[in-house]
């Protein structure tokens, strides 16, 4: 059986919804157990994603307000090719603009759907993380940052997982997190003053985690 790529079916996925909001909003839940069944690794994830793609689309339009994203929107309804990088900032900028005004559930729904375009870009999961924990509760984000950290070995990701994780008082996990990050370091030593910087937050961290394990 061929399977789509995490990318083309997040791409897929973004597409169905929107049109199906051109169509009258046509249901597309049987497209996307079809499109689960290819890709299972995804499944939950993704499935949440698309219940609040739809609501996304509304969220973006709010706050789009000179209609910059409207040639988006049809190149997604006709599956042509759109400018990533371009897209990406644009999509960024409104997120950041709701999640800086507080409005948690627009920008959780918009970072949400950043991940459906750009599923490999592992610094939106952080946003979204700390969205979760907002919108529901420390258990839920920590379940989330769990799924995610299994696919981005990234050590920013990892700080984030780790510092829910103590909160949550579960610092066996957060010993793990903490001590992959290191290791992640280790092979792939700092090169900015930023990354240094981090490191050093991560080291410290890794003190408080330790004391809490003793």
């Known amino acids: ?15 169905l ?22 890709e299972p690794f995804w499944e939950k994830h993704i499935a949440e994603q698309l219940e609040h ?3 996304a689309i509304k969220a973006f339009k709010y706050y789009d307000t000179k209609g910059k ?17 371009k ?3 644009i999509l960024s900028e409104y997120a ?11 920008a959780f729904l918009m970072y949400n759907f950043i991940a459906l375009l750009y599923p490999n870009y592992y610094r939106v999961y952080m946003r979204i993380g700390e969205l979760t924990e907002k919108l529901y509760d420390l258990e839920t984000a920590g379940r989330f940052y769990q799924a995610t950290t299994g696919i981005f070995a990234e050590p920013e990701l990892l700080f984030f997982a780790a510092d829910c994780a103590i909160r949550a008082e579960q610092f066996e996990q957060a010993r793990k997190y903490v001590t992959q990050a290191l290791k992640i370091f280790e092979q792939r030593p700092p090169s900015t ?3 240094l910087e981090f490191k050093a937050d991560l080291k410290e961290l890794s003190e408080l985690v330790e004391k809490a394990c003793a």
Do not use: C, I
Not at 26 to 31: A, E, H, N
Not at 96 to 106: I, L, P, V
């Open 96 to 106: 950041n603009r709701a999640y800086e005004s507080g409005d948690t559930q627009k």
């Open 193 to 195: 003053p930023q990354e």
């Open 69 to 85: 994203l409207n040639k988006l929107w049809e190149q997604l309804k006709h599956r042509l090719h759109y400018p990533r990088n």
């Open 53 to 55: 793609v739809r609501e």
């Open 17 to 38: 919804q929107v049109v199906s909001e051109y169509a009258q909003n046509q249901k597309t839940s049987g497209f996307r157990e079809r499109l689960l069944e290819q």
């Open 87 to 89: 897209t990406f900032d």
């Open 1 to 15: 059986m061929n399977t789509l790529t995490q990318t083309e079916l997040a791409q897929t996925f973004a597409f």
